[in-house]
């Protein structure tokens, strides 16, 4: 039972880092991003590549710094010059964009399913509760538990996070206030992307890596975004944990219709809040 | 009253005579057979497009609906449970409820958050498929047994391209019809009162969540009646029928065509269609080139073909329907 919430801990760890992009990225221009899971998958085929030459950790930093590089680009020459537009025409854009990335995967690296070695440092099993359970598991949840630590702390207590905070109650406030929300929202759309790349990467050795990989985990964060509440970080966290666990005994105990338990779980939450588990704040 | 009706129902009739002739003018299966499955296309995009029209709403996951509705028929046809006749009408009736129910508790969210589902929803059915191979053979997919006879014609009907060309065509006309009726209807006005302002037709009395639900079960329902015809026609299904990819070609076509008239998507189909022949050699590539479409022709052609024609007429003063 122990192992079974920790796995659902795992996944609940690797669908925040991911969600919490597509949270922040919707703060700060109004719109989703469909390319996430692209953006995930993405950073899980660079991070194997990289590894492959340079080792695990040389392919984590490269894959982040990679994501990072391309959510800014993302957000340079398609958020901001749609930025007038109806956010239907962003997400349409995005949603071509998803298209167009699982293809030039599939041509890059294959149809295959690539698999990826846990780094030296944290192979292995530790015994919990009379039952092993891998080191590598363990770090996940760690590294989920420092984004969030480290996210909510830049956020709430440094001055670019109250900036981001107070820009995505109000942009235009908070623009004639002399915040520049056009460098603002790229360094968060990068951000975003970069937290994508994180949770594709260290995802990558526990999953088997193919272009559709991005697929299912989408599904997820969606369902997370919503049923958190649009727009809400503590409420992503919340949902991203609840989701986590769910997903996982869904795996477990009903194999063939597990993608199915996530949507019924939010249908029951939004019939009874509508607006979703955390109202979008401050 | 007739007088204004003369012109729309003689273009209709023209177009739809015209399109029953096609098969005599193409000799060469192999542009039938493509044909064939452009209209069946044009028939999921003309649902996707008609629920853009009424409700102001994207979805990015009809091939949920189109890929229901094409397993239901290969399913029941292999378990014989019931006749073939009333496993088309499941098939159609299904997911138009599954999308009814799901419209009452979706369409209360920002158009943003519905958008999400609605991928959301389409991918768990393909991951469903794709995973539970007991029920529908993951991967490889599942041949439809079809009986020999279905609604008093005989099977070839439904699997030679010529024939299934003017079987499609004449579907697409009935719903084409069906629609454009509906939108002149008291309540394809209501829906799109509520469209441009859901607080005022809330104030002045209307229930306004069960409308655009019913628009939402219309919508999936016409996606599934072309799902039901793609599987009378190849008489096999892969999960493929419920990828996101599908959802993209039917979102492009109805870009391209503009949803701002009825068949507005379903000349973007056949837009789509002429462009696809073009594109030929390069089919390993598709998804790719789907995506690619539909980030230009969002960006450089927000109105579509029909929504431009209907502007430059209209500045031309000829009246538009």
Redesign the interface.
Known sequence: MLIQLLNGLVYGGLLYVLSVGLVLIFGLRRVVNFAHGSLYMVGAYVGYSVSMLAGFWAGLVVSVLVLTVAGALLDRFVFRPLQDEDPIVTMLVTFGLLLVLEDLVRSIWGRDFLAMQPPPLLSGVVQLAGTSFPVYRLAVIAAAILVAAGLSFWLRMSRVGLFVRASSVDPLTTGMQGVDTERLSMMVVAIGAGLAGLSGTISAPLVALSPSMGGSILIDSFVVVVTGGLGSFTGAFVAAMLIGQVHNLGVVFVPGAASMIPLVLMAMVLIWRPSGLVKAGV | MSGKLVRPAAIFLSVGVAGAAVPNLFGSPLVLTLLTQGVINAILATGVGFLVRQNGL?S?GHAGFFGLGAYIVALCANGRVMPVELALFIAILAPALLALL?GV??I??????F???T???A??????VL?????ANGDDGIAAQLPQRILGLDLSTFQQPGSMFVVCWIVLMAVLLGLALLVNSHFGMLTLAIRENEERARFIGYQTILPRAAIYAISAAIAALAGVLFTLYNGFVTPDVLY??LS?EA?VMA?IGGTRAVWGPALGALIFFLFKNAAGDLTE????I??????VV??ML?RGVSGTVMMLMERLGVRTA
């Open positions: 994207v990015f799901l508790a979706m209360r969210l920002s158009g943003v958050a958008s999400m589902l991928l959301a929803v991918q768990a059915f393909f991951e469903l995973r539970w191979r007991s029920l996101w990819s993209g979102l870009i590539h598709w998804p790719a789907i995506g690619g479409t539909l980030i969002t960006v927000p």
